[in-house]
């Protein structure tokens, strides 16, 4: 891929969602879960999301709003700033509850960006296990990953060096198909 990782780029002090803000994406669960774990660690959490506000469920843009989180949502981001992005995240975090495939995960371990996601079996395959799960529908499974991390108990680097072999197997044309294929399945 052309985007090289960038070795002076700082991490910074967010937590990256990139996807859709669909019911199945399980943003809710993911935004209940971060506020758990600010409320335990008495401190912010900055979370910024890629995505199409208007995707959102009028519920969930309201929800949103009103998050004692410090949420951003860039829009129409282009691909340097999405790759700068991953890189300066201290981890991707996808709630997802199902799913056809994963491409931010597989653009998250090129870049080296630490993995939060959901323990669905296609996560799982993708990642080949390089990367933290936790259970997508248990209230305190992810806020304490969360606050785990927060707190230096797990290292959130422990599997970017496997993440950047399994990413190597997946080219452009792999993901091309994988996304064709997923466009087909939601097309039916």
Avoid at 94 to 109: D, K, N, R, W
Avoid at 124 to 148: C, H, R, V, W, Y
Avoid at 170 to 179: G, L, R
Wanted: a negative charge.
């Amino acid at each position: 891929s052309k985007h090289q990782i960038n070795r002076s780029v700082k991490k910074e002090d967010f937590y990256l969602y990139v996807g859709g803000l669909e019911e199945r994406k399980n943003i809710s669960f993911l935004i209940n879960e971060l506020e758990a774990a600010q409320l335990k660690l008495k401190k912010q959490i900055y979370l910024k999301c890629i995505s199409k506000l208007n995707s959102a469920e009028a519920s969930l843009q309201e929800k949103i709003k009103n998050s004692d989180l410090s949420i951003q949502i860039c829009e129409d981001l282009s691909d340097d700033d999405l790759f700068a992005s991953y890189q300066q995240a201290k981890a991707l975090i996808i709630p997802s509850l199902v799913e056809g495939f994963g491409i931010p995960l597989v653009e998250a371990m090129q870049m080296g960006t630490p993995l939060i996601v959901s323990d669905i079996e296609v996560f799982k395959e993708i990642t080949d296990q390089a990367a933290f799960f936790f259970n997508p529908i248990k209230t305190g499974a992810l806020s304490e990953l969360i606050i785990k991390a927060e707190l230096n108990e797990i290292s959130l680097e422990k599997f970017t060096q496997s993440g950047f072999s399994v990413a190597g197997r997946y080219d452009w044309k792999t993901m091309a198909k994988e996304t064709m294929q997923t466009y087909n399945e939601i097309l039916k």
